[in-house]
């Protein structure tokens, strides 16, 4: 599998945003908002990947199992977090890890920040209050990006992607993207999986954006070779656009 340089990011000025990078050990994370968080940020992939981490020791098939697990009691809310996606997708807990992450970061910059999006491994929260695209980029194929746009009403969400061309995790599929809008980003991140996981050709394209459908997801894109499938309330939009 190819590991993806984080080229679509995208540090440029603009009246709207401020955009920053968080990097933690493993956690590389790129935020937009009102004004430059980087320290509460800092902060908040810390108490994250330390919950997840503890938790982990306590269970290990957290971190192994590529299906639910049982519930243990008295964890913090992004573990319970995962467990609800991981049970909500039918994947293991760590398949929503890049979401939980993202939107636990988020929430906890609400307070500081009118509109906040962060971006995790190609995994986001956002919450908006102006229209704002999401780019896809399958990696080749007659795809090189397609965009999605996003609507206030719609904030905050998730928008996750899972890819079996492009990234670290592991796919058990062949889409080069399967893009989930769901309303938090633990549940879209595991849908995603498996949806991904689901398309194995063209034919099993439709099935997949259905179980996303079924799942959970308010909104499914999926792109398998020359081939673009989608599901739910969206609009499909210039990657040129705003951003």
């Known amino acids: 599998m190819k590991r993806a340089e984080r080229t679509y990011r995208d540090f440029s000025v603009t009246a709207r945003w401020k955009s920053f990078r968080v990097k933690v050990e493993t ?62 997708a039918g994947v293991g807990p760590m398949a929503a890890v890049a979401g939980a992450v993202a939107e636990f970061v988020g929430r906890e910059l609400m307070d500081f920040s009118e509109e906040i999006i962060v971006e995790n491994g190609g995994d986001i929260w956002m919450r908006i209050t102006r229209p704002a695209s999401v780019s896809i980029y399958p990696g080749g194929h007659r795809f090189n990006a397609v965009a999605l746009k996003i609507n206030p009403d719609r904030t905050p969400c998730g928008i996750c992607t899972s890819s079996a061309r492009i990234g670290l995790s592991f796919s058990f599929g062949k889409a080069d993207a399967a893009t989930i809008i769901a309303p938090d980003a633990a549940l879209a991140d595991a849908i995603a999986t498996e949806v991904c996981n689901r398309v194995q050709n063209e034919e099993s394209m439709e099935g997949a954006a259905e179980y996303g459908m079924r799942r959970g997801a308010t909104g499914v894109v999926i792109i398998y070779r020359d081939r673009l499938a989608a599901r739910g309330d969206m609009e499909l939009t210039d990657p040129e656009g705003e951003q």
């Open 27 to 88: 956690s590389d994370l790129f935020i937009r908002a009102d004004r430059d968080l980087s320290a509460q940020a800092e902060d908040a992939v810390r108490r994250a990947r330390s919950a997840i981490l503890t938790h982990i020791d306590r269970q290990n098939d957290f971190l192994t199992s590529y299906t639910p697990v049982e519930r243990l009691e008295g964890c913090p809310p992004i573990i319970y977090m995962m467990y609800n996606a991981s049970e909500g």
